[in-house]
């Protein structure tokens, strides 16, 4: 539960720094976020055993990354203007939220699947707000 929330923190943060016009660096560093936490859950779908476990370790490694990266960018970003993040909000906030919803309930059931802890240690980086436990 303290992973969720800490990764929901992540994306209010994002969301914060997101705004611009469509297209916008920040509209895509979003999508790009959404698009890594979707492929986290649907790779975490995959794991039923150990030999399953392994073979998702790349895919989990580069949607990992994609991740950073994106967060990365989120945070270099100036803060929008008001109205224009509530537009991001509207748009992107529900789809965030379902992505990661799915993720960590994926985790949850990986958990306890012979070779799923070592597998999520691909995906550290998800889990850690700003490089941070």
Same mark, same amino acid.
Request: no cysteine; aromatic share 4%.
């Given at each position: 539960?303290?992973?969720? =929330?800490? #990764? /929901? ?11 611009? &016009?469509? &297209? #916008?660096?920040?509209?895509? @560093?979003?999508?790009?976020? /959404? !698009?890594? *936490? ?11 055993? %150990?030999?399953?476990?392994? =073979?998702?370790?790349? $895919?989990?490694?580069? *949607?990992? @990354?994609?991740?950073? %990266? !994106?967060? $990365?960018? !989120? +945070? ?7 109205? %224009? ?13 379902? =992505?990661?919803?799915?993720?960590? #309930? ?11 802890? $070592?597998?999520?240690?691909? /995906? +550290? ?5 700003? &490089?941070?436990?």
């Amino acid at each position: 539960m303290k992973r969720r =929330a800490g #990764s /929901i923190g992540i994306v209010l943060a994002a969301l914060a720094f997101l705004g611009a &016009g469509e &297209g #916008s660096p920040y509209e895509k @560093t979003l999508q790009q976020m /959404i !698009a890594s *936490a979707d492929s986290i859950g649907k790779t975490l779908k995959t794991i039923m055993d %150990e030999d399953t476990a392994m =073979a998702s370790k790349p $895919d989990l490694r580069k *949607a990992n @990354t994609t991740w950073v %990266e !994106a967060r $990365d960018k !989120a +945070a270099k970003l100036e803060p929008p203007e008001r109205d %224009e993040k509530i537009r991001l909000e509207k748009l992107y906030k529900p789809k965030l939220e379902e =992505a990661l919803k799915t993720m960590f #309930s994926e985790i949850r059931r990986v958990e306890v699947i012979p070779g799923g802890k $070592d597998a999520l240690k691909e /995906i +550290a980086g998800v889990l850690k707000k700003d &490089g941070k436990s």
